[in-house]
């Protein structure tokens, strides 16, 4: 088996501040995720990674990026806190080709004062 | 563009009954489908997935799904849930011409009571 390990779990910041969340994974899997989770709202796809030094947008990327370092490692960034912002942060991987089943870490939660 | 509705947003029944959470998709082509749950702090975990053959498929812990291309559905059940049942359960779908962008629905609450 494998996990998915994202830092920190909380994370506080101010408004106009960047923030960066972090993602690793030791499933050896090609492509991760990063989707936004908002009371309510579900979850709504921020950037994926299909591969190393691969990056493609998602529904909600405006504001945010990302970037894959290397294969087990995920990161992404808020270019500029929105104040009263609240929501979940939730890193996926997933093997190359076999996108209909994701394992997800417990995800990062955001506050913005 | 593909989309995913959950009808419900909160279902409450009783330990020992059975129960169906609903999902609608739209999409023109051929589809990967997909239930994940979630408890409470905790990120989601799969359940079960459709893609292709017989339309009953069963997944872990007495969960099982029914695809109905007519319907455009993918409504899971369990017949006889338990108290541990109490989570929030999405359904998802991806295109297969780019299987990774996976959209979620919004999610159903399953409230299991004594």
């Known amino acids: 088996g494998g996990i998915i390990t994202q830092t920190p779990k909380f994370l506080i910041g101010q408004e106009g501040q960047k923030l960066t969340l972090k993602c690793q994974q030791n499933?050896?899997?090609?492509?991760m995720y990063w989707y936004r989770q908002d009371s309510g709202k579900g979850l709504r796809l921020i950037y994926y990674?299909?591969?190393?030094?691969?990056?493609q947008k998602g529904d909600l990327s405006e504001g945010y990026d990302a970037s894959r370092e290397k294969k087990s490692s995920f990161s992404l960034t808020v270019t500029s806190a929105q104040k009263n912002e609240m929501a979940v942060f939730l890193c996926?991987?997933?093997?190359?080709?076999?996108?209909?089943?994701?394992?997800f870490g417990s995800g990062t939660r955001l506050t913005v004062l | 563009t593909q989309t995913v509705s959950q009808s419900d947003a909160h279902v409450t029944v009783f330990e020992g009954d059975s129960v169906e959470l609903r999902c609608n998709y739209s999409y023109g082509g051929s589809i990967y489908l997909s239930w994940y749950i979630q408890h409470h702090g905790h990120g989601l975990q799969f359940l079960l997935k459709y893609y292709s053959g017989n339309p009953v498929v069963q997944g872990v812990n007495g969960f099982e799904a029914e695809f109905s291309k007519s319907d455009s559905s993918f409504h899971l059940r369990k017949a006889s849930v338990h108290w541990s049942d109490s989570a929030v359960y999405f359904c998802?779908?991806?295109?297969?011409?780019?299987?990774?962008?996976?959209?979620f629905g919004k999610g159903t609450h399953l409230h299991v009571l004594p």
């Open positions: 996926a991987s997933s093997i190359a080709g076999s996108a209909e089943t994701l394992y």
């Open positions: 998802a779908v991806s295109p297969d011409t780019n299987a990774y962008k996976v959209i």
């Open positions: 990674s299909i591969t190393e030094n691969d990056l």
């Open positions: 499933f050896n899997h090609d492509t």
